[in-house]
């Protein structure tokens, strides 16, 4: 009976293993007629057997597994998905066995993978279909783990959607894992057009610069991306209500990075878009004494000084802006805007006057105050026009206070510069 059974053990083994090559075989075959279909079939059947294979059958068959689901590109998304595992079970297993016999085509066939999807991701966001552009970027991430890049490509896809839910997945994936985006540029000058261009590696541009064609070589870092993933992070958390998980992250990330000013601007959006002007400001202030010599933060502390009623100071911010950076368009805007908040003031007492002599009187004063004003916006908003000759409201405000001075020439002038930029953006 013993030597029976083990006659009757050894053709059952036997049989198995003839039906594992044959399954294997049907794989290979409807590959080489490139018939994805009944390739995708033959491996469900020899998936079933998997667990009796030796692990020189089974690594061959993830890489048969994954050319049959990839499809040469033609694979569903849940296809890839299962492609990609397929690679990465081939990839560990003969890395545990010690023998890599399939693991460069493993690898050559990711390469195909990623240059697919790289490029339909780009497409799609080009295309502006930023939902499709987050997942094949995603994909290309899971292909090649070491790009990171490509990860937060998907995230930036996915909150321009926006998708907040996949993108806040994305984003904290890159925050666990340290991720900050800072990378090597090299640049170097064309010596034919004199422009300066930027190489996708040293090696290129020095070559280049060594055979003459480009000059003036130099390397610059890239900022770090850490504030922006934690930001919108928080930003994400503060639209989902959680508010305190947003000042949790903002609260990690200035931890690791106490000088960031690029973190201190983020959580001041943080609480700015919660609706706590008072610790906006605060943080503001906090980040102007760091850099002093940032004007932006000058003009954003104005912005908050004139929404809150504080013309005096908000004319302070703005002016400090402008002496930090003198050609700041917006900062001459609106202190041109502040000054003439008050005319509306002076109008509405100029109305409500009757017509005794005392009224008169007083008509005259308040005419003569809101002249004053008028007076004091004009060079402000003449220089906002000879910085940014279509800025067609400040020319429009000019018009309106030359018509109220009773300056017929300037106003007449104005008026056809205005025409002109209204016809210009009008396409005529």
């Excluded at 991701?121 to 080009?126: G, H, R, V």
């Excluded at 996915?158 to 800072?182: C, I």
């Excluded at 900022?223 to 993933?229: F, L, M, R, V």
């Excluded at 402008?322 to 100029?350: C, F, H, Q, R, W």
């Amino acid at each position: 009976m013993k030597k029976l059974l083990t006659i009757v053990l050894t053709l059952a083994i036997t049989s198995l293993s003839f039906a594992q090559k044959n399954e294997i075989k049907a794989i290979e075959k409807a590959l080489k007629n490139s018939n994805f279909a009944d390739a995708k079939s033959a491996s469900a059947a020899a998936e079933a057997l998997i667990g009796s294979m030796d692990d020189k059958s089974k690594a061959k068959f993830y890489l048969l597994k994954a050319r049959a689901l990839y499809a040469n590109g033609a694979g569903t998304d849940a296809n890839i998905d299962e492609a990609i595992t397929s690679l990465d079970n081939l990839k560990d297993l003969e890395s545990k066995m010690g023998k890599l016999k399939y693991t460069q085509e493993a690898n050559d066939m990711t390469t195909g993978m990623v240059n697919t999807f790289l490029t339909k991701a780009n497409e799609a966001f080009t295309n502006k279909n930023y939902k499709v552009a987050a997942k094949r970027f995603e994909k290309v991430y899971r292909m090649s783990p070491k790009d990171t890049l490509y990860l937060y490509y998907a995230a930036s896809s996915a909150v321009t959607e926006p998708d907040y839910d996949t993108a806040l997945d994305y984003y904290v994936q890159l925050k666990n894992m340290g991720y900050n985006g800072a990378e090597m540029n090299y640049y170097a000058t064309n010596v034919e057009t004199g422009e300066e261009e930027n190489f996708t590696d040293k090696a290129s541009r020095d070559f280049s610069v060594k055979a003459k064609l480009h000059k003036a070589p130099r390397d610059e870092k890239s900022k770090s991306k850490t504030a922006e993933i934690v930001k919108n992070i928080a930003l994400i958390y503060v639209s989902q209500g959680e508010n305190e998980k947003a000042l949790g992250a903002m609260a990690d990330a200035r931890e690791e990075n106490p000088d960031d000013i690029g973190l201190l601007l983020s959580e001041a959006n943080v609480y700015l878009k919660m609706g706590n002007r008072e610790r906006f400001r605060d943080l503001m202030e906090e980040a102007t004494k760091k850099d002093p010599g940032n004007a932006e933060l000058q003009y954003n502390l104005g912005v908050l000084a004139a929404e809150g009623g504080n013309s005096e100071a908000a004319i302070k911010y703005y002016e400090k802006a402008v002496s930090i950076n003198p050609n700041y368009v917006d900062a001459y805007t609106n202190i041109a805007v502040v000054i003439l908040d008050g005319e509306a003031k002076i109008v509405e007492e100029m109305n409500a006057l009757g017509t005794s002599k005392a009224d008169n009187i007083k008509y005259d004063e308040l005419k003569e105050k809101r002249t004053q004003v008028y007076e004091k916006a004009i060079p402000y908003l003449e220089k906002a026009l000879e910085l940014k000759n279509t800025n067609v409201d400040a020319a429009r405000t000019l018009m309106n206070i030359y018509s109220a001075l009773g300056e017929t020439d300037k106003f007449k002038t104005m008026r056809a510069k205005v025409e002109a930029m209204e016809a210009s953006a009008n396409g005529n």
